[in-house]
């Protein structure tokens, strides 16, 4: 099972504001990514936070993008890729994944990652955090961009007198 062996964070983010970007392919499993997000949120104290839908995965990065630059503490991701018989699962899990990955680091946001890049539909159901499902991802990146949020809050860059490169 991936899972195994991941941490077991406790985290506290009342006062911060978290956006949920969620894909709308495969309804059941985004239902339970969802659902997960949701119970995290709520079980972390976020009493700010907005849910966006989009299309699919490959529009993810730039709703979070978005949502980044919108003054949010957090985004989270959510969104499933099933291997199909054509090249296009690697197309999207790559743009996805690189596109989430440039808006964390150019924004300085924390992105969580909830998308589930699956061989088959029984593996996304068994993450999607349905009853039943051995993982519950909508929850576990949930945590995980809060947490980060939060390790981030009191991350100062040192100020500087003049912008870089100038004498």
């Known amino acids: 099972m991936s ?4 941490p077991t964070l ?3 983010g009342s ?13 059941p499993v985004m239902d339970g990514l969802l659902d997960g997000a949701r119970r995290a949120l709520a079980d972390s104290g976020v009493e700010q936070s907005l849910t966006l839908r989009v299309p699919g995965t490959f529009e993810l990065p730039v709703a979070a993008s978005r949502l980044a630059g919108a003054g949010f ?4 991701a959510l969104g499933v890729v099933v291997r199909g018989g054509t090249p296009h699962f690697e197309y999207v899990c790559q743009a996805a994944t690189s596109g989430l990955t440039d808006v964390a680091v150019r ?13 088959d ?15 519950d991802k909508g929850y ?19 100020e500087t007198s003049s912008p870089v ?3």
């Open 15 to 27: 006062g911060l504001r978290v956006a949920v970007v969620a894909a709308s392919w495969h309804e």
């Open 73 to 76: 503490d957090a985004v989270v």
């Open 140 to 158: 576990e990146a949930t945590v995980a961009a809060i947490s980060t949020a939060l390790t981030l809050r009191d991350v100062r860059l040192p």
């Open 107 to 119: 924004t300085g946001v924390p992105v969580g990652f909830g998308v589930l890049t699956c061989d």
């Open 3 to 6: 899972g195994h062996g991941s």
């Open 121 to 135: 539909d029984k593996q996304a159901l068994d993450r999607a955090g349905l009853p039943g499902s051995h993982e």
């Open 10 to 12: 406790t985290v506290d």
């Open 165 to 167: 490169g100038a004498p």
